[in-house]
């Protein structure tokens, strides 16, 4: 079975950091890419970053562009994300996805709360 776990949310200030973490369990994950998505209350999901299977490859939405940094660790079957800089606007529940066989696979997502 295809699983991703989500750790690291928070509550930070603003100019804060945090670093989120996805366990990967059931597939080969060193063969397949990795993504970050974001949805806030009353707003459609979005894509944060991308990685491909090797972590050769990086891309960002415009607005995370220098602030986060997605990586892997494929001994320890895991994908990060890196949060600098946070405004309230990062306030969002965080998802770490990836595509097997045709079928997107999600985790249970873990809260992102940027506040004073």
């Known amino acids: 079975q295809v699983q991703l776990v989500e750790s690291g949310g928070g509550l930070v200030q603003p100019g804060g950091s945090l670093r989120l973490s996805c366990a990967a369990f059931?597939?080969?994950?060193?063969?397949?890419?990795m993504r970050w998505y974001r949805q806030a209350p009353g707003k459609e999901r979005e894509l944060v970053a991308f990685?491909?299977?090797?972590?050769?490859?990086?891309n960002y939405a415009d607005s995370m562009k220098g602030r986060f940094t997605i990586s892997r660790d494929n001994t320890k079957n895991t994908v990060y994300l890196q949060m600098s800089s946070l405004k309230p606007e990062d306030t969002a529940v965080y998802y770490c996805?990836?595509?097997?066989?045709?079928?997107?696979?999600w985790g249970q997502g873990t809260q992102v709360t940027v506040s004073s």
């Open positions: 996805h990836t595509i097997v066989r045709l079928h997107n696979y």
């Open positions: 990685i491909s299977s090797s972590g050769g490859s990086t």
């Open positions: 059931g597939f080969t994950f060193s063969g397949y890419a």
